[in-house]
């Protein structure tokens, strides 16, 4: 594809959601003949910060991003995107630099005002942007919004009611990704497990939409994160039988005490949740299970805490996400009496990372001299990096170039948190 000389960088704050979200605003500049420069490394003309406020400190740290975005490069544009935008949009729009603000369920509008407002001469012919094979996995959202309203989370409030997005539109973005040459699909999406949409004729949910997704010709196929109550056996079944779903699944736990899933306002108890991760190991007995525990929400006892760490023992959990509780104004939990002291969260959270870290090793000590194949994502100084099915980390020394490739290859190492292999 031509460049059109004109440069973008992307600052992400927050959550996995956020994160998959900027790969595909990132996909779709590259697609649009921008470059991709590194944040607060060179200048862009257009800079874009991916918000967050799932904590006031993410308000903060957005606002603390912009202004240094600003004075790094006082000529750039920038755009405010993601949850605080949509929270926040008048306050954000004092600040210096800002161009354009856009809360999350309008990201996409970004390409509407640059396709009105940039005087782009470059051809953007269909096909393989090498800038975005960048991205060696593609991230497909399904669906934006939630009505769960979860006592604690701010999300349901700013993206609104769920919105399912077709299948006939999310076929054309695969076909897209496939000819712009990744390998590897991922579904995001705010709760993705309540999809719901109308394709021809007939009403089709989440199991059946990754049915019709499962057969176009990806190598590899994930799912980011999916709600326990809504991981079906029809579901693990479809993606077992497809031979190319990665062994790997992100349940959210949140907490293993049921006192507090319930003043969460969650959908689930202890024991379901254990059930939705049997199920899955019914179909993936080796998966690989990542899930998010939220520590120190109000009122959790030393005894609720406990109930979170010897649940992420019991379910096995390999990839362990430990968020501290901070009050978010317009959430029903901010007006709970029992806040804890900051004191406490820090104890708690601390211990429960250290568990995910042991976690993760004893996981990855019994994949150590297995082999897998390993979608290679970076390649630089004779080093490539990548991810296995499982979500691990790979390195190889190796001075083929390997970027957007997948490897069989042999895990001989543990380093840090990261597999060392040799090719097979
Ligand atoms: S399920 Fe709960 S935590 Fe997740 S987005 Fe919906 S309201 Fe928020």
Redo the contacts with the bound molecule.
Sequence with gaps: MEQNNKTFSIFTLGCRLNSSESSYLTQEFCNRGYKLVPFLEEKADWVVVNTCTVTQKAEASGRNVIRKAHRFNPNAKIIVVGCYAEMAKEEIEQLEGVHLVLGSSNKHKIFEYLDENECIDAEIPPGFSSEADYHTRGFLKVQDG?????S??I??HA?GEPKSIPLEELLKHAEEMLQNGIREIVLTG??IGEYKSIYQGQEIDFAQLVKHLLLLPFERFRISSI?PNTVTRELLSSLKDSQKACAHFHI?L?SGSDRILELME??YARDEFLQSIALVREFFPDAAIGTDVIVGFPGETEADYQESRSLIEEANISHLHVFSYSKRKGTKAFHMTDHLSNKIKEKRSCDLRQLGDIRLHQFMRLRLGKETSVLFETCSNSMAQGLDPYFCKVRLATDRELKNQIVQVKLNEIVGDSFVASLL
């Design positions: 939630c009505n769960n309203y979860c604690y989370c999300i349901a993206r705010v709760n709600e959210p949140q969650r959908r």
